[in-house]
């Protein structure tokens, strides 16, 4: 198309430019959680994500060592300190571990950005001061000059991103830590698993008698599911846990697995037999001139090609479940806290541990994590899930 | 017991309760009652054969009815009723308590400031990445990229976007980027931008549209695809240039889809709930809804007006119920 419109150029340009800028605009906010979530406290504090991902440059100030300890006498009246600013500054635990190097430094605060590297800066009656990249120093004067107090040195540093995997032991892994997000990730896992096996089963079983076996009410049950798709859950929220108060139930695992059943099961209905009636009429025909019965015809031939819809709304109801809030804080979650789920807790961290980012991005990153795995491997499911639901 | 254990066991119940109904049933329904054989065999069969669709529908059906159709009428009569008067019948007090309260009024006026834009934000924004999308060679990263926020909780995209939003005073490095970027541009001090009424609205949708602009562009890339080419060569030929074709030609054609895109968002919104839960918990003039009637019934554990709020959640929603219905019966002819 674009050929003929002989703007070719142009136009891709155009084109290509937009869509990256679109991209980048809804990356953008994950991004920033997700490198959050690999920074220090100090770090996220005194910089913006952004910068995390850009080498650091920040001016900061040493001291050599004491000369009255560590100064050498080279004869001659001479005197030598020498040794390494970061490792005595307590920024590198040793030699081996500086990932720093300095871009500029200078010896007096009035002039922090005199001299590069390697040069030697003459301060003056013929005491020198040498920095190199790396913070190796060395000081020489006399007797008098090497004395009292540490010379100054003012660097420029340029850091390496620095990310730390802290968070996430702490948040995952420390048992101490009483805000840990390991039993809440247990506990959504428990009631995600019930609550997308079971209403698929079910479902099954109702969208083969509406798709392929004739009975009276039949279009009427159809019309109902289609309508049952958009009842907002908010009105089930009530009358349900006063049911399942009076029945015994009460607020637990139990209850959160019915409701998500009863709420997933119109969708899961609605999407098997848009799936199934599609299924080549003489397959079914045949097996039953053959003398299958129904039950055999759904178990060895339906339930096996409707696998693609089968998976469709299994991860469906698994994202929606495992994100959902609702529901777990109306039917499972009780005054104990026992059983939180990870997004009722992060909504509880959002209001007790507002400013503590670290913290907050790594907890939102682990209940993330798994939606986002199942969507990155499963997308092609999910998506011919979403076409067979909503273009019809 | 522990839950873990408690799942596998429910999963074992479950999926072996399912299937040993449905079998069994069935044996009972072809064995016992109706046999295919004796003197009544084809009788039987018969007789079998339409009583078994009711087997097959019978657990999904009972389900249906308890959880979702029962629950409509049931929060109907909670809110005539008055639950402090042991149940009695009032009337449509609640509702007059409900429209006395100007939050409720706050509430209302909000979910219709969300309806108004995220389905046409996202819609748009959908539209146009489909199309961007559609004619590049990376477009598929592109989309699984933008398709990405349907997989992220409301709850982790309210962390997501606090993050963007944060504001820290005026003397410290911001890591908020909106602010950042604000700053940069000229503004003169950090904006907690939560907190300003009116406009933390339109914070709390951007959020909303963020996430739903993927499932926009799904459908409507679907629809693109399905445009016949001779249409849009024949354009060509006529000369007409891409933003006419894109307008005049693809737009036109694809306009039922954006009306299914159209009205399955209105519905997302008409339910947005967590967001605003987590963002703000409807301070600042943000209330809507769907967390206004969460406040009743579990916070002022006011059942009357909860329900009174949920049935007009529900009115609200009737219309698309019965359009959808309608389509649908128009189909199956």
């Known amino acids: 198309m674009e050929h003929i419109a002989g703007r070719k150029s142009g136009l891709s340009w155009a084109v290509h430019f937009s869509a990256l800028a679109l991209v980048i605009v809804w990356v953008l906010p994950t991004l920033g959680l997700l490198v959050s979530s690999f920074r220090t406290t100090d770090q996220i504090r005194s910089s913006g994500w952004w910068a995390a991902l850009f080498p650091a440059v920040q001016n900061e100030t040493y001291r050599t060592a004491d000369p009255d300890e560590a100064r050498v006498d080279l004869g001659d009246g001479l005197y030598l300190v020498s040794g390494n600013i970061f490792v005595e500054g307590g920024v590198a635990a040793n030699l081996d571990e500086i990932v720093r190097e300095i871009t500029v430094w200078g010896a007096s605060s009035r002039a922090i950005d005199a001299y590069q590297p390697d040069e030697v800066a003459d301060l003056g009656e013929g005491e020198t001061l040498t920095v190199t990249a790396r913070g190796d120093y060395e000081w020489r004067g006399t007797a008098d000059q090497i004395e009292g107090r540490g010379a100054r040195i003012f660097v420029t540093v340029s850091a390496p991103p620095d990310f730390t995997l802290g968070n996430y032991q702490n948040v995952l892994f420390d048992p101490s830590n009483r805000e840990g997000m390991s039993k809440a990730f247990f506990n959504t896992l428990t009631v995600t698993i019930p609550a997308t096996i079971i209403p698929i089963l079910i479902a099954a079983f109702a969208a083969y008698a509406l798709a392929w076996m004739e009975f009276p009410g039949r279009a009427l049950l159809i019309a109902a599911v289609v309508g049952l798709l958009v009842v907002p859950l908010q009105l089930a929220l009530i009358p349900l846990l006063k049911l399942h108060n009076d029945i015994g139930i009460g607020k637990g695992y139990l209850g959160v697995w019915l409701a998500h059943t009863g709420f997933g099961l119109p969708l899961a209905i609605y999407l098997l037999r848009n799936y199934m009636v599609g299924l080549p009429r003489e397959v079914i025909e045949n097996a039953r001139v053959d003398g299958a019965t129904e039950f055999q015809i759904f178990t060895r031939i339906i339930l096996p090609l409707s696998f693609p819809a089968l998976a469709s709304f299994a991860i469906f109801q698994f994202l929606w479940t495992w994100n959902d809030l609702l529901v777990a804080m109306v039917f499972l979650i009780d005054s104990s806290g026992e059983t939180t789920v990870m997004t009722r807790q992060l909504v509880e961290m959002m209001g007790t541990r507002g400013g503590d980012w670290e913290i907050l991005a790594t907890s939102a990153f682990v209940s993330i994590a798994v939606p986002l795995v199942v969507f990155f491997s499963l997308q092609r499911y999910l998506v011919r899930g979403l076409l067979a639901g909503s273009v019809k | ?333």
């Open chain 2, 1 to 333: 017991m522990s839950p873990i254990m408690q799942a596998a066991l429910t999963i074992l119940i479950g999926v072996g309760g399912c299937v040993g109904y449905f079998y069994l049933s069935n044996q009972i329904l072809d064995r016992v009652l109706f046999p295919a054989r004796g003197a009544n065999a084809g009788r039987n069969i018969n007789r079998a054969n339409a009583i078994r669709p009711w087997l097959f529908l019978f657990p999904a059906l009972f389900a249906l009815a308890l959880y979702l159709t029962y629950p409509v009428f049931e929060t109907l009569r909670l809110s005539l009723t008055d639950r402090s008067l042991g149940g009695a019948f009032v009337g449509l007090e609640n509702y007059a308590r409900m429209t006395d309260d100007p939050k409720f009024w706050e509430a209302l006026r909000n979910n219709f400031l969300w309806l108004l834009i995220v389905p046409a934000a996202s819609t748009a924004f959908g539209l146009l990445a489909a199309q961007l999308t559609d004619r590049i060679s990376w477009g598929n990263i592109a989309k699984s990229l933008i398709f990405m926020p349907m997989a992220i909780s409301f709850v982790g995209a309210a962390v997501i976007f606090k993050l963007v939003y944060d504001a820290r005073p005026e003397d410290v490095a911001q890591i908020g980027i909106l602010n950042a970027v604000y700053l940069q541009l000229g503004g003169d001090s950090p904006i907690t931008w939560l907190t300003v009424p009116f406009w933390n609205n339109i914070f709390l949708i951007i959020v909303l549209i963020w996430i739903q602009t993927g499932f926009a562009m799904v459908i409507l890339s679907a629809a693109l695809r399905g445009i016949p080419e001779e249409t849009i060569e024949a354009a060509i030929v006529d000369g007409a240039n891409p933003f006419q074709i894109f307008f005049k030609i693809k737009v036109p054609q694809i306009a039922g889809t954006i009306v299914v895109v159209w009205t399955t968002i209105t519905i997302v919104v008409l339910k947005v709930f967590d967001i605003v839960f987590a963002m703000t918990n409807g301070q600042w003039e943000t209330q809507v809804l769907a967390n206004y009637m969460y406040d009743k019934l579990f916070r002022a554990n006011d059942w009357g007006v909860g329900s009174a709020a949920a049935m007009v959640i529900m009115i609200l929603v009737l219309p698309i119920l019965v359009w959808n219905v309608y389509n649908a019966r128009r189909e199956m002819r």
